[in-house]
Each structure stands twice: as C-alpha cells, then as structure tokens.
C-alpha cells in the first residue's frame, strides 16, 4: 500500500471499527483527529499520537477529510446535524453500513451543506483493517475519491465502484448474499453426507473444488444475463429442475432439512412455466429481479 502520511485525517466513531480505522492512519503516519461520544474509546489513540477533538465541530475543522463510522445513519445525522456548518469545502467518506437509499440521501444531504460526499463499505474485521485483506469499497464522485486515494490506502485494499453513491451498500449485500449462499448450499451438502457418517473436514475439499468450478462459470453467465440471450449450451433448466427433484427426495429420505433444496425447485418451476425450460440456468435472473408473485 502508498499512503501519503502528511494528510491530516479526522475520524469521527470510535467503535469497534473506528478504532481500527484511527490506528491505521496513526501507524501511516497521518496526523490524525479523533471524536468519539464516549471519550474514553480515545485513550489509546491519544497514547499512540492522535489528538482528540474537544467537540465534533472542532473535529470536522481539524483538516479537509473526515471518515465517519458510527452504528448507523441516523447517528451520523445526530453527530453531523449539529455542526453542518464546517461541512463547507470538506470530504466526508461515511463508512458506516446501510442501504443504497440511505447513502444517496446522506450524500444529498451532505452535498446541501457544500461538503463533498463519499459512501462506503466496509468488507472486514478490525484487525485487518490496515493490511491487504481489508477491502473497503467506495462511491461517489470520482474526483473526490481520486483526490484521498493516497490516504485511503492506509486503511487496506481501497476500492472504487463508480459515481452512485449506492453502488457500495449494493456491493456490500451483494457480497453478502454471495457469502451465504455458497456457506447454505456447503452445509446442506456436509448435512446431507454426515448421515453416512462423512465429516465436514472430508467434505470441505471437495466443496471447496466445486465452489471453485462453479465460480468459473461466473463470467460466461454474466454474458447470457447482460445480452439477455440463454442457449442452453451446457444443459437446460428443466435438466437441473430435475436434479433438483432429486436433492428434494434424497434429503427427505435420509432425513435432513429440504427448506433450501425446494427454494431451489419453486424458482425453477416458476420459470420452467413461464416457458423458460429449454434455456440455461442464468435465465433465473428474470426470477431474482422481481419480487415473488403469489
Ligand atoms: N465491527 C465490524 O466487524 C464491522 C465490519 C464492517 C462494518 N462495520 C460497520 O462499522 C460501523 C461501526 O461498527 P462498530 O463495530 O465500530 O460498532 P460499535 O463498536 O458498536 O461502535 C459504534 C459507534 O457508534 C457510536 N454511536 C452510535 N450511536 C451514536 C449516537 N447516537 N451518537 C453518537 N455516537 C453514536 C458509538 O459511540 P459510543 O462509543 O459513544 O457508544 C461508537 O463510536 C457499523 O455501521 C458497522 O456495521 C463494522
């Protein structure tokens, strides 16, 4: 990482994740300015160099960017509200975590009082908060995020998503989601050959290879979405719908849960009815992108 270490930063929140985010500007070198409204979570950042803002007012006018990480959005508007004035001319980079709404509003709430707004997201624990392995995502206007990059990089791998303030709330879930399915489908199948007396530890590998292929495929379908185009050139839904039926049924017969095997089917014969059968698997995006009809 290139962190410029002469920029003065201010970091306002110091949870957890504050805290993490205040040392790593610390150890780059950035004179850096804390306010927290318990100021006690300040000791050790002022044991290590930085200064504690007497007042949030005071915090904001300490240099030109300001990192925001409380627990939510409404908190940010309580702290911030107050003191909107010295928002004039300043970065505000908001790390705390909510939805694409909530960022598109902070940000025009923020623009109202002439400051420059950065949303973000933070995909990480606090203790990798300043290595590599931090990935923190950004959105917003370009030119302000180019402006601090060289600062950001402190914090770990900094990411740029685009102009809409929202895309780093979208990215964020969509991560999640990501996360979660592959861990659901991992313990179905580890539940599944523990009745034969196979562990999670001899399933893992093989999981971990299957994981691996299917995320190959990824681009490929991209490309069948984004054209809206689906041969099915590998095999059709109605193939995988009867696989389907099959996890269903082998699930029940040895006993374990179906809730997620049948979420599986119900989607794909929604779509087989809608006359998708003969098409590849991605074509389900027609399923995602809407909500469930009864
Ligand atoms: N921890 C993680 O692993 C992690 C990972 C990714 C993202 N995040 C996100 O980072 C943000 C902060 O998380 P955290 O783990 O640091 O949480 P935390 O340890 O619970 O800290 C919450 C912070 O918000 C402040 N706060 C809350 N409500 C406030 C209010 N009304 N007025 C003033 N200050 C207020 C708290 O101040 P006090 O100290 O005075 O209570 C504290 O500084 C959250 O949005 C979280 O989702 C956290």
Redesign the pocket.
């Known amino acids: 990482m290139n962190s410029r270490t002469d920029t003065p930063v201010t970091v306002i929140?110091?949870?957890?994740?504050?805290r993490a985010l205040a040392g790593a500007f610390l150890r780059a070198g950035h004179p850096t300015t804390v306010w927290?409204?318990?100021t006690s979570?300040a000791d050790q950042l002022v044991a290590e160099g930085a200064r504690l803002a007497p007042t949030v007012a005071d915090a904001l006018g300490a240099g030109s960017l300001t990192i925001i990480?409380?627990?939510?959005y409404?908190?940010v508007y309580?702290?911030l509200g107050a003191s909107d004035g010295e928002l004039d001319g300043k970065t505000l980079i908001n790390?705390?975590?909510g939805d694409s709404t909530q960022a598109r509003e902070a940000a025009q709430w923020a623009g109202q009082r002439g400051a420059h707004y950065l949303d973000g997201a933070?995909m990480?624990?606090?203790s990798a908060i300043g290595t590599a392995e931090a990935v923190i995502l950004h959105s917003g206007p370009r030119p302000d995020f180019e402006a601090h990059r060289s600062t950001l990089d402190a914090l770990g791998t900094v990411t740029y998503l685009g102009a809409d303030q929202g895309l780093a709330s979208l990215y964020d879930v969509a991560g999640l989601a990501m996360m979660w399915s592959v861990l659901n489908a991992w313990l179905q199948g580890t539940a599944l050959l523990r009745t034969a007396g196979v562990d999670a530890a001899t399933y893992a590998p093989f999981a971990r290879q299957i994981a691996a292929t299917v995320a190959e495929w990824l681009p490929g379908y991209a490309e069948q979405i984004d054209s809206g185009s689906f041969p099915a050139e590998v095999s059709a839904l109605e193939t995988d719908a009867r696989a389907m039926a099959h996890l269903i049924e082998e699930s029940e017969t040895v006993g374990v849960n179906t809730e997620l095997p049948k979420l599986f089917k119900s989607m794909a014969d929604r779509s087989i009815a809608a006359g998708h059968g003969g098409e590849q698997y991605p074509v389900l995006i027609e399923e995602f992108s809407r909500p469930r009809k009864n």
């Open positions: 929140g110091l949870g957890l994740m504050g927290n409204r318990t979570k990480c409380v627990t939510d409404q908190a309580e702290l790390l705390t975590s933070i990480a624990i606090p």
